[in-house]
């Protein structure tokens, strides 16, 4: 490995991660993964402490956590058996037996493909480097809004995953500190979570005003399957006889047809939020994430050319 800055392909990240969790039957943490690359990887002294611009990240890390990312959503290695701890996948453990030595452009460019939902490519050399290069005839502007949704989608799943780990009783307070992010009630002391047994259907409550004579009521639901129907008619009953005018359903899955009619027409008592919009919701305005970067892009002014 040369001395200069440059850090490997991606490819080589990926390779050096499943050779990593290869020889760990019980799996390790990121932070292990991170540390165990450098040497991994060969990586020089100045290639160990290269940062991204005007960050304080270091750049190999943030090539080996997105490694993971990518690796876990094509499903060569997975951390849902405990909490925290990375472990490879029986399809890594065969990938990894078919390139002991490597992994070349081509295994790096279908690892790309599979972790964003397409399917392995069977093509050659060639033909496999004609269409990755297809990816690439975007402008500028659409390659930045290209890997911002690439981005924006990996973390959305990543969040549900998470959500699904913690305690139910967690998922309540997250909606909550979401509802108070998009801007209702004027601090925390206005909301209240409820729940536990005898709660009606009703996991939290939001005061819109200091006094709590407007509330929106809420229930957080995480749940196996689409919710139909009748849970949001229990859901509509439940604020209907606390006489309140306005609810929330919030889920991590997804609603039925005939829910989503029965949303239409109560629109101005009841809204559904499901997985999706929960998780777009949360990367909007930073709960459960961090934006850690800011990008400015110039573009040519040319009124100010043609100005005289």
């Given amino acids: 490995m040369s001395a200069t800055g440059s850090l490997p392909p991606q490819a080589a990240f990926f390779h050096a991660i499943l050779r990593h969790l290869a020889a760990r039957p019980d799996g390790d943490r990121r932070q292990g993964v991170h540390e165990a690359m450098p040497d991994l990887l060969g990586l020089s002294d100045l290639q160990r402490s290269e940062r991204l611009p005007n960050l304080p990240h270091l750049r190999y890390r943030h090539r080996s956590g997105w490694g993971l990312s990518m690796l876990k959503a094509a499903g060569y290695v ?52 004609e269409e990755l290069q297809d990816e690439t005839e975007l402008t500028p502007d659409e390659q930045i809004d290209a890997a911002v949704n690439e981005l924006c989608a990996s973390v959305a799943k990543e969040l549900l995953e998470q959500i699904l780990r913690m305690p139910p009783a967690f998922f309540e307070s997250l ?129 100010y050319f043609e100005s005289e």
């Fill in 78 to 129: 997975d951390n849902t058996t405990a909490r925290g701890t990375w472990c490879i996948t029986d399809k890594g453990r065969k990938l990894l037996e078919e390139h002991p030595d490597g992994f070349d452009e081509n295994v790096g460019g279908q690892l790309l493909r599979e972790s964003r939902g397409q399917s392995r490519s069977t093509a050659n050399g060639p033909e496999l480097r």
């Fill in 175 to 303: 909606v909550l500190d979401l509802l108070h992010a998009l801007g209702y009630g004027s601090s925390q002391d206005d909301l209240q979570r409820v729940g536990g047994a005898g709660d009606g259907g009703i996991d939290g409550i939001i005061s819109l005003d200091r006094l709590g004579f407007e509330k929106i009521y809420v229930q957080a639901k995480r749940w196996q399957g689409s919710v139909g129907r009748p849970e949001i008619q229990g859901f509509y009953g439940a604020i209907s006889a606390r006489r309140a005018k306005r609810g929330v359903f919030i889920t991590t899955s997804t609603f039925t047809r005939e829910a989503r009619e029965f949303e239409a027409h109560v629109s101005e008592s009841v809204v559904l939020i499901d997985g999706a919009r929960l998780t777009n919701l949360m990367i909007e305005h930073g709960v459960g994430v961090t934006h850690y970067r800011t990008v400015r892009l110039p573009r040519l002014d040319l009124d």
